[in-house]
């Protein structure tokens, strides 16, 4: 390419990006640096520093230690985990069968897919479903929930019609049936989409935050982002503040509110931060190709 | 038709595999959409409900609330899709001076961010750097001599706040799809601009941008077909009692009369009218797109 020395223009364009990448890049970084400062100097953080003042776990500790904050720790690993798994498994199941050739009652199939795929169902009538089948306030109505996306599915089938039918051909001849298929060839072979599209409901699963706060109703069944918005939007104290009396008797200075906000906020980033090189190697490159195709 | 038959008995197994899917959207799909027709009954806690007709729409459309809820909506909606929608794409036309560097790549990664963090992690971070006393922007707007301003309780800004972390959040991602047009632009192509003198403004200007129409119309109408979806977990954490009415859209009015309230009839034919326009958006969106792309939604 021949672009590739230094202009002006280029170095004008370059520093735009920087400072729009920076907006991005400083505030999160920022929650990390405050979430880890030690206490008696969290106070003096400005806002785009990114590094530590000083260095503690004290805030992580305090917040982890509060038993509704690890109780809703909990609640929404065992959701992402549990809802993740069964979702990439049925979306996964039933692409499959829909790609089988000679399947009687397809085209009707796809068309009441489609007819999901573009109603929604509203609030009122979603909560009534779990009030009546007794899955309110209970963690698996958040498992259940939105547990197969109609685009995802498509998406998959996409991926197995690629799987060379000679293959699947060979194992019928052996006597493997449909569910030995399924095991053995399909799910290992469609191994990378599989991680695509799980990340994508784990993410989603995680994340979610409105629905879980309306089916999950007991302190119990909080999930972290629930917790979360309790201490930023209502800016309810209550529960940190109760961790913060553990602490003082345990004869550490008292604490930053804002820097046990920054240590839940770090605990609820955290896992997408882990997630986030498959995301990037496998998603961002499947819609990169997707969009060269099209 | 007995050949059919046969066919579904040899595939039996794949039926079965079918089930546990088609159950969860029998479930959670086709039956809250019967359940839509509360909207039509008077709601009883006791008893059989009892068919009203039209009442609940009648009164919904005589609710100042819920013309105000409606227009709420709509502004907040259209601003975002017309504010937001050129700026991936000026961000993919900067982003493609650059070629496969390690600079390249760092901002890619980064801006990817925001787009993977719930709406609570964002108010919390954006009430951080909003903050009038300790918050970045405001200790701009003070170097440059200006009083401070809490952004987040002031109705003129409110929809602005809205606006600008819905971009915060989406443009890195939404830039994809633009980049992957550009990477398919033939090199050919450019090697035939240079031979003719053109410099790189024109080959942006004559060759990029016109390979991005296309991708940009078909994003352009199908952010169209969900005009009625403003945000709700957004606004949910963004809102506050001093700018409530000045965001107050349709998801948020019908959680807070339906489950809040428990006027369960009232908030359906609330939620009833708001997909039923959604879904002559999409499908219209999605007819238009077909037209004039052969791409549709599906």
């Given at each position: ?19 729009l ?19 008696d ?43 993740t ?42 909560y009534?479903v ?66 695509t ?39 309810d ?7 913060a ?7 550490v200075?008292?604490l ?13 980033i ?13 998603y ?11 | ?32 959409i ?6 039509f ?44 929608f ?23 990664v ?22 009038p006393?300790?918050?970045?922007v405001?200790?701009?707007?003070q ?24 971009a ?8 994809i ?14 090697e ?38 403003a ?11 001093a ?15 339906g ?12 939620s ?27």
């Amino acid at each position: 390419m021949i672009g590739n020395k230094i202009t002006l223009s280029k170095l004008f364009i370059g520093v735009i990006l920087s400072l729009l990448t920076l907006t991005m890049f400083v505030p999160i970084v920022n929650m990390f640096a405050r979430a880890f400062s030690s206490p008696d100097r969290v106070h003096l953080l400005q806002g785009y520093e990114i590094l530590p003042r000083g260095f503690s776990l004290i805030h992580f500790q305090v917040v982890l230690q509060n038993p509704i904050v690890s109780q809703a720790l909990f609640n929404s690993l065992f959701i992402t985990i549990v809802g993740t798994v069964s979702s990439i498994f049925l979306t996964t199941v039933t692409a499959y069968v829909l790609t089988r050739k000679n399947l009687v009652g397809k085209t009707p199939i796809m068309v009441f897919l489609i007819i999901i795929m573009i109603f929604e169902p509203g609030i009122i009538q979603e909560y009534m479903v779990m009030k009546d089948i007794a899955l309110l306030d209970n963690l698996w109505a958040m498992v259940v929930y939105r547990l197969v996306n109609v685009y995802y599915l498509i998406i998959m089938m996409r991926f197995i019609e690629e799987i060379p039918e000679s293959l699947i051909e060979a194992a019928k001849i052996d006597g493997a049936g449909h569910m030995k298929l399924f095991m053995r060839i399909v799910l290992p072979l469609a191994r990378v989409p599989l991680m695509t599209i799980g990340m994508f409901y784990a993410v989603v699963k995680w994340n979610e935050f409105f629905k879980s706060s309306i089916f999950l109703s007991s302190k119990d069944n909080t999930v972290l982002q629930v917790m979360l918005r309790q201490f930023i939007v209502e800016r309810d104290t209550s529960t940190l503040v109760g961790a913060a009396e553990l602490l003082k008797n345990s004869g550490v200075a008292q604490l930053d509110f804002s820097a046990l906000k920054a240590a839940t906020i770090v605990i609820a980033i955290v896992p997408i931060l882990m997630l986030y090189p498959i995301i990037l190697k496998h998603y961002t490159g499947g819609v990169m190709e997707g969009g060269v195709k099209e | 038709m007995s050949s059919r038959l046969m066919q579904m008995w040899k595939d039996k197994m794949l039926y079965i595999m079918l089930v546990p899917a088609f159950a969860y959207f029998i479930i959670f799909h086709i039956w809250p959409i019967f359940g839509m027709k509360l909207a039509f009954y008077e709601y009883r806690i006791i008893g059989d409900n009892v068919f009203v007709g039209m009442k609940y729409f009648t009164a919904l459309f005589n609710t100042p609330v819920f013309t105000n809820v409606l227009m709420n909506t709509l502004i907040v909606s259209a601003m975002k899709i017309v504010i937001i929608f050129p700026l991936p794409v000026i961000f993919a036309l900067l982003l493609n001076e650059f070629r496969n560097g390690r600079f390249r790549k760092s901002i890619q990664v980064i801006s990817y961010l925001p787009h993977f963090l719930s709406w609570v992690v964002i108010a919390g971070i954006w009430f951080e750097f909003m903050s009038p006393s300790t918050g970045i922007v405001n200790g701009i707007i003070q170097l440059f001599g200006f009083p401070a301003h809490d952004f987040l309780t002031d109705k003129s800004a409110i929809r602005w706040i809205l606006v600008l972390s819905e971009a915060w959040r989406s443009i890195g991602w939404d830039s994809i799809i633009f980049l992957a047009a550009i990477i398919g632009i033939s090199p050919s192509l450019y090697e035939a601009a240079y031979v003719d003198g053109a410099n790189r403004w024109h080959i942006v200007t004559k060759i990029v941008i016109p390979h991005l129409y296309i991708p940009m119309v078909t994003i352009f109408i199908l952010n169209i077909g969900f005009l009625m979806n403003a945000g709700l977990d957004q606004i949910l954490n963004f809102t506050n009692d001093a700018v409530n009415s000045k965001i107050d859209i349709i998801d948020t009015y019908v959680y807070r009369i339906g489950l809040l309230n428990f006027e369960y009839s009232f908030a359906t034919a609330a939620s009833l009218f708001k997909s039923v326009i959604g879904v002559i958006l999409v499908l219209s969106t999605h007819f238009i797109s077909k037209k004039l792309t052969s791409k549709g939604a599906w």
